[in-house]
């Protein structure tokens, strides 16, 4: 009857409002909203941080629970209603977003049964990626997309590469392990391995080191090494970088010539010459 | 009367004098007093530093305290005279060096107040950054600029970049606090977050490491990962350092604009708009 | 007799069968057992890890070991029909991956007079780089020539570079065993070399460290100075890869040479020399 | 009389031959010469280093002593010899190499009335910059040229990067002291700066590490920053390498067109088309 019908429509409007609410970016609400979501994810975060930290933990536990259980619900109710308002439920449901969504919430009621499976909460830090979506600058959006492409472009060779240094890392663990032996912290071959990690990375714990002046004679040539090697990945990466920064600016190929003046230098698109104002032939 | 109008002028001249050799630099006076003040700087940072070393302090306490008292007031009624001989006397108060020369004054006269607070005098430091004022070398200043520009140019880049490091971390941090747990030093996920800068930094203390086998698999994993994430900024920072010095060639600064069509890319030596062809103005 | 010839005839067959299987890599059969060779290689690189470490080997000893020498056995059979399938067999035994063949399966047979030196058998690790003969994706192989090109290019400026490094090493270490004296680790100058290594490289231990004032003082400058000298090789590196992706655009691979002036700095798609106008071969 | 002048002659002769062995690198004699001094200076250096180590010095003193001796009157007597034998003795004796040379032999009889200062005798090591005379390898000694070049150029930038680091050290190093204070290793001002160094350098001893979690979260910021701050030298010294590395090959500036078939992309020096062989325009 019409009464339905008036309910329907209602709910129809409702819908459509959180919609705007939810996705909207350009809107105020939606982007208030956002805002206040950003901060959510951020303090359930820290509370999170706070909860494994013994001293707070043991003063504020129950207020931590708390918090972090209005804040589940909070993202319990969010979630649903994305599901609610989209007109595609299942295409969100997953998608990226949807599923992180999806396991910012899921850890606190396991915890219910689980005790301490609520840290697995963490993983809402994956929702700080919105960020992105939510401040539409297109500045950042355009740095961020610049950033991928040039690490994608240097994905392949870094790989190959690492590949390289993985094979180098086993022989020359093995060869610290037979050199070195147990006493000095080389206990075994994997143990030796992650040693050459740790150097070949510049990252140097200290916790194993080499002993003997043998061991300490190869280790000081695995370093030069890795001086070398660490060179490659940046090599890599800058060089797709310049590309990519190059390829921005306003390309100047010198194509183009001036069949009056002669003159070269004219960008890719330029339609009259800049020196003398004839137009320039359209090759 | 004629008296005060004597005053007066004498002030005048005595101001004039002042402002001469405190802001000015390309007279033999100004540049002694500013090589004088640089020595001053440079003597009080390392006094204050001397005062921190135990051994240092109890001998030479008195004479310590003693000398920085003679640097603060030499300092003050620097600071006041520039306040006196400036036309702008609030814009320099609140400039960035008004600021600095004010802090550099304060700490040792709250001292009085709350010893210990003179330790703060240490912000002098930062008058360091007076030198390039004061060596007006071209070529330096011209290098600085350079460094800015690159430096500005992939703030953005950067930052971005480091976003996403920090999402990383906690998510890698919170992994080795489980995985590792309170005994090999992971007692919080702050702190395996603090572990996990110092390891994709390539810093390694080594005051906290993974003990267990799979913590030092994955240790081992997220230093690779660190190995072709430094790679990162330096691209940025490269790219931009080769594209300035490229620009070098054949510059675009946008300075130029075309009347009719607006657009606004031209080459600095341009006289015709390459878009339509209509002169530019001559800036 | 036609019986002889007929046996020769099925034993050719049967070689020729072989020699697909093992060196072919575009036959189903062929990829097929290269990637259970890759597999095994795999296994048993982690066999021989196990075996170093201490739990496991204790628990598990006899299967680790009756595993390694099924491997062992497969590689020798391989390694035979390898010689026996090849029409240069010689040729193979001595070439880079025959060496490594063999010394794949020699330590499992010397560990039987010798014991222990089955840990010898990591050298199979090397195998891995058959893995570029296997998957033949056009793209990895470019990829991987375009590194070695580049690290290639720039080895000499790295030799050079690391050969001033050592020398400074020898002074610096040098340098820190007369500051730091014996009590802080610095016992010998071979061992201040070792720690100069260790620091200009930024990994950076700790089992020696400075104790003295002045040690940190200079220590502090060393690690400024390998600040700027890490720079060094990475430019070297990122230079050539610059150069190298900048190649695609014109190549000049010097590969033409004029008949009549005898210049060779060509575009290899040039006709005509540009120095003489005389025409170029095509090649 | 004849009988002195014939004395005289003789002695020019010696002289001159003694001369084409100590300087001439083109003759086989002066070649070979060359080497053994190379060779001597590696055996010198080796023996200083190995006195040092409490080992072997113990069972070999004398040994070691004895042929430190020998190797040290035979560089006396070179060093003479060079004297004589060179047209503008003073010139060589105050030049670069001179001074070395003369350094290399004074510790050894300085230990006559100072024991110990033989260990000084180590400043031989920089004899080995000789190597660069004497293997006459363009390639190399164009590569150091090539790599001195760059860091010439980028000197200036790094120097004024330095400085603000350094100013940054003495802040940093300031408010870290203030945070963790003595008990945690920061025991003085230029101790923190000390350890701000290390960590800014991502050399990371560990010797000294913050305690306290607010010293940590700032320790934390510094990696950082420093991450950033690293790319800055590299960024660079790399822009400069790029830059000499581009000048060298063979540039095309898009200057020169050919009239007949309009291509544009010839080098600066071409005569020709590279195209259809029409000359091109000399401007």
Chains 1, 2, 3, 4 share one sequence.
């Not at 070398?228 to 010198?254: D, H, M, R």
């Amino acid at each position: 009857m019409w009464f339905m019908k008036k309910m329907k429509s209602k709910y129809e409007q409702f819908r459509e409002k959180i919609k705007i609410v939810l996705y909207g970016t350009n809107t105020i609400l939606g982007r208030m909203f956002d805002l206040v979501l950003l901060g959510l994810i951020l303090l359930s975060v820290l509370l999170i941080m706070m909860e494994t930290v013994q001293g707070i933990n043991q003063k504020y536990h129950t207020q931590l629970i708390i918090c972090e259980w209005i804040i589940t619900v909070f993202f319990t109710i969010e979630y649903i209603l994305r599901i609610i308002s989209i007109q595609k439920p299942v295409k969100y449901i997953f998608s990226f977003y949807g599923i992180i969504d999806l396991l910012a919430v899921l850890p606190m009621y396991l915890s219910i049964f689980f005790p301490g499976a609520s840290i697995l909460s963490i993983v809402r830090a994956l929702r700080f990626f919105r960020l992105f979506k939510i401040l539409h600058i297109p500045q950042i959006s355009h740095q961020s997309i610049q950033l991928r492409e040039a690490i994608d472009a240097s994905k392949e060779k870094i790989l190959v590469f690492i590949y390289f240094v993985l094979i180098s890392t086993i022989i020359i663990g093995s060869i610290m392990y037979l050199v070195e032996g147990k006493e000095s912290g080389f206990t075994s071959i994997p143990m030796s391995i992650y040693w050459t990690i740790v150097t070949l990375t510049t990252v140097g714990y200290g916790d194993i080191s080499p002993q003997t002046p043998l061991g300490q004679f190869i280790a000081a040539l695995v370093m030069i090494l890795g001086y070398g090697i660490i060179a490659v990945p940046t090599g890599i990466v800058t060089a797709e970088f310049a590309k990519s920064s190059l390829k921005n600016s306003n390309s100047v190929s010198g194509k183009k010539t001036c069949r009056k003046c002669n003159s070269q230098i004219h960008f890719d698109n330029a339609k009259y010459c800049y020196e003398c104002g004839t137009e320039l032939p359209n090759n």
